[in-house]
């Protein structure tokens, strides 16, 4: 019998016995059985060690300097390349005549990070066909053609434990174990979609060569020689035809795959294509997308479950990264996120698999501790610090009516400042803390500026709790995310609470406060109403007499929406004290192009008091967001009430002192409250 039941657990190798024996028909050859298990491991006899080319990539160049030290990566790298050298362990395959052709000398390991910055050695450039490696990146093509469902009806995801060339079939599901052997990679290519032969073949073309990021070829005689002498694979195809896994043009999609596994790759271009994976479908270099990136994780996972064949347990137990192997003598390993690495060397093992590549990857895993199970990070703290408003407030500043209700009520706004990456289990912990923290709050900042980056996981839990929070009247407010985490959260939270992003930490705390200003004094935020002269802050211990007194002294000015009251500049020779609107103080930063908010002020707020102790220039523009008015209290004036009133005079300028000492308090407990 041919087929394997999948709870069949004699695991006896039934293909030995009952495989048909096809004749070689390639006419240079004397006419042989196809063996039913290709036979590789023997030892391959070289001559003495030639030392192989180093393919000296250059160190970590300083491009100011132009000097460079020597990586430790491209140095620990040369030391295995040599080691290695040493072992000729291993067979090319024979059964594809054309591969016997390789040279067996040829070593190379290119590791490519996923950010694109490679590190080759040895033979690094030399071109192999990629055979099975073709298999998972045909399969990803296959994902995006039909999507999960369609293709896992047609091909499994269960290792065989089988050679990869077995006769062996998912009789329960009638389908191929799964799309990393021979019957499944030939069901996964008859799913390609496209009108006719040749175009069918470059979509897998195109696929491949974004992968590598250059434009790939096909070895033609490598492709004639298999197709050629395939008779198994032929056998695999019309029997998996006869029980309904395929459908016609059974020859054309033979041709597909037999082509597909004659692409011509280097060691860099293995190394690319797994990083690309790494990179979550997008090659790092050329930042084109190779494979969506919902379909990334599926091939990753056949790969790390069956990517190695009948050693792709002993694989995972000892290397523990996603790969995959060809008979050309490539290996492909990814370390999601982090790097891939792709080795070059035809002498293969019983397996089929490169076996200069397993001890390359082998080490390398356990060198640098790269076993996906080996993490032993714990999460990262991230929330860098946290406080509440009113201890800390925006940088508006505002009038006592205002203030007061701070005072009382600030504390009801909770801020965290993050730090680092946001997934899982940052995430978690964050939430953890603000279920706990926000039990009388009515606003919760977080200042995402510090954040590295938010998958989608962690996105979706802030998202709940931005639910949970807003069913309890209380309010998540975003600030200041990295764009791509905006975007990403502008996907996941939905139309309902969109509106929570901010642009900057002030802008949430300035709203936050408005909140609960209205909440406590629904008329306290009305900008559009004269106070009067005694209202202002700083006059509140001046008596009605002292205010008529002062009247005197005292001219109004008015200021249209967006003018400036103070030029940066300016001789600094007036006081003024908003009366109504709004204003900002703005500064131009150190890079002389970006401008800051400063401050801004409420009415009631004196500003400009500075000049009148140290005379100068205006340091900052004061502009009227809103229609505005002053009270202005020009400097001549002063000398005149302080001849004319000398207790006023005096009165007023001890006002000017009390109104300092206490915003250096506040900023002293704002100080206190963030260290
Ligand atoms: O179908 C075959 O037999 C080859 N074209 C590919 C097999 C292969 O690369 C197995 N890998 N280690």
């Not at 250059?214 to 490598?222: C, G």
């Not at 201890?391 to 006592?400: D, N, Y």
């Not at 709790?465 to 407010?477: M, N, P």
């Not at 004094?521 to 004269?530: C, M, S, V, Y």
Request: charged letters at 25%; proline letters at 5%.
């Amino acid at each position: 019998m041919f087929w394997r039941k999948s709870n069949d657990t004699s695991n006896t190798r039934e293909t030995e016995v009952d495989a048909p024996n096809p004749v070689n028909t390639i006419p240079q050859m004397p006419p042989q059985p196809t063996p039913s298990r290709p036979s590789f491991g023997a030892p391959y006899i070289v001559p003495p060690h030639t030392s192989a080319t180093i393919g000296h990539a250059p160190g970590l160049v300083n491009p100011s300097t132009g000097r460079s030290i020597s990586s430790p990566i491209e140095n620990w790298l040369k030391s295995l390349h040599d080691k290695h050298c040493q072992n000729h362990f291993g067979q090319m395959a024979s059964y594809i005549p054309e591969l016997t052709k390789a040279d067996p000398k040829h070593f190379g390991i290119v590791l490519a990070a996923a950010d694109g910055k490679s590190y080759a050695v040895g033979d690094s450039e030399v071109l192999f066909t990629i055979q099975s490696i073709s298999k998972p990146l045909v399969y990803g093509l296959a994902l995006e053609d039909h999507g999960p469902d369609h293709v896992l009806h047609h091909v499994g995801v269960e290792p065989t434990g089988e050679a990869f060339n077995s006769i062996v079939m998912d009789e329960i599901n009638n389908r191929p174990f799964n799309p990393m052997v021979n019957a499944g990679a030939i069901a996964t290519t008859a799913l390609i979609r496209g009108s006719g032969r040749e175009h069918r073949f470059n979509r897998i073309l195109d696929m491949f060569s974004r992968y590598a990021g250059r434009r790939l070829t096909v070895d033609e005689s490598v492709f004639e020689s298999e197709r050629a002498t395939g008779h198994r694979n032929r056998a695999i195809a019309y029997l998996q035809l006869n029980s309904g896994m395929i459908e016609e043009p059974v020859a054309e999609h033979l041709d597909l795959y037999f082509r597909q596994c004659a692409i011509l790759v280097s060691a860099r271009d293995l190394a690319m294509m797994a990083a690309t994976l790494a990179n979550n479908g997008v090659n790092p270099l050329t930042g084109e997308r190779a494979i969506a990136a919902e379909h990334v994780k599926t091939v990753l996972s056949v790969m790390a479950s069956c990517g190695m064949y009948d050693y792709s347990g002993e694989w995972v137990y000892r290397v523990g990264l996603p790969a995959k192997s060809g008979v050309g003598g490539g290996i492909i390993a990814v370390l999601p996120g982090q790097f891939g690495v792709g080795t070059f060397s035809p002498l293969l093992d019983e397996h089929g698999n490169s076996h200069r590549g397993i001890e390359v990857c082998k080490e390398l895993s356990q060198r640098f501790h790269l076993h996906v199970y080996d993490m032993h990070f714990v999460a990262d703290n991230i929330v860098r610090r946290s406080f509440r408003g009113g201890g800390v407030t925006s940088k508006r500043l505002r009038g006592q009516r205002e203030r007061k209700i701070l005072d009382a009520h600030g504390h009801k706004i909770l801020a965290y400042e993050l730090q680092g990456g946001l997934y899982f289990a940052t995430a978690e912990q964050l939430v953890r803390r603000i279920v706990v923290d926000c039990f009388q709050a009515t606003h919760v900042i977080l200042d995402g500026r510090r954040i590295s980056r938010a998958d989608q996981s962690a996105l979706l839990l802030l998202r709940d709790l931005s639910l949970a929070l807003s069913a309890e009247g209380k309010t998540l407010l975003l600030a200041d995310l990295p764009a791509q985490v905006e975007a990403d959260w502008q996907d996941v939270a939905g139309a309902s609470i969109r509106a929570t992003c901010v642009s900057d930490v002030d802008a949430a705390l300035e709203y936050s406060e408005n909140m609960l200003i209205l909440e406590f004094d629904p008329k306290a935020l009305a900008i559009e109403t004269r106070l009067p002269l005694a209202q202002m802050d700083i006059l509140q211990s001046f008596s009605q007499d002292e205010i008529k007194r002062l009247q005197p002294f005292i001219e109004t000015e008015c200021y249209e929406a967006g003018s400036r009251i103070i030029r940066e500049g300016d001789p600094a020779d007036r006081l003024y004290l908003l009366a109504a609107g709004t204003a900002t103080v703005d500064v131009m930063l150190d890079d002389g192009k970006r401008r800051a908010r400063l401050a801004a002020f409420r009415p009631g707020v004196a500003f400009g008091e500075f000049a009148l102790f140290d005379g100068g220039r205006r340091v900052a523009n004061v502009v009227a967001e809103a229609p505005s008015e002053c009270y202005v209290v020009d400097f001549k004036k002063l000398e005149q009430l302080e001849a004319i009133e000398p207790a006023l005079y005096r009165k007023l300028l001890f006002a000017l002192g009390r109104l300092l000492t206490d915003r250096l308090r506040r900023v002293t407990a704002e100080v206190r409250a963030l260290t």
